[in-house]
């Protein structure tokens, strides 16, 4: 469900950003604003098995929570001293485990 989710962000993200028309560019779309806040909530369910998948998840809840609150791309660079990749990474490690059912 939280993959599901995050990809849906992610796309429509892109489409508001990157729209064919770059007059219909959207920066404060408030969907994709709410659908980023399901996927944050989806995050915070997610229950870590060790210290280090904990420190992770911590990690991409802040940083969740700080795209939220630039409402856009244009602050992420400044928002995170842990690389966007590593982040993404260990979300789709967790939600593997999620959907493998490994998380309770």
Do not use: C
Request: hydrophobic residues 40%; without cysteine.
């Amino acid at each position: 469900m939280a993959r599901q989710k995050l990809s849906e962000y992610a796309e429509r993200k892109k489409d508001d950003l990157f729209p064919n028309n770059p007059a219909d560019v959207q920066l404060g779309n408030q969907s994709t604003y709410e659908l980023l806040q399901e996927v944050e909530e989806l995050v915070l369910a997610i229950k870590p098995d060790n210290a280090r998948d904990q420190w992770w998840l911590a990690q991409a809840t802040t940083l969740a929570s700080k795209i939220g609150d630039e409402r856009g791309f244009g602050g992420i660079v400044h928002v995170s001293p842990v690389p966007m990749n590593h982040v993404v990474a260990v979300l789709q490690a967790e939600l593997r485990n999620e959907t493998a059912g490994s998380h309770t």
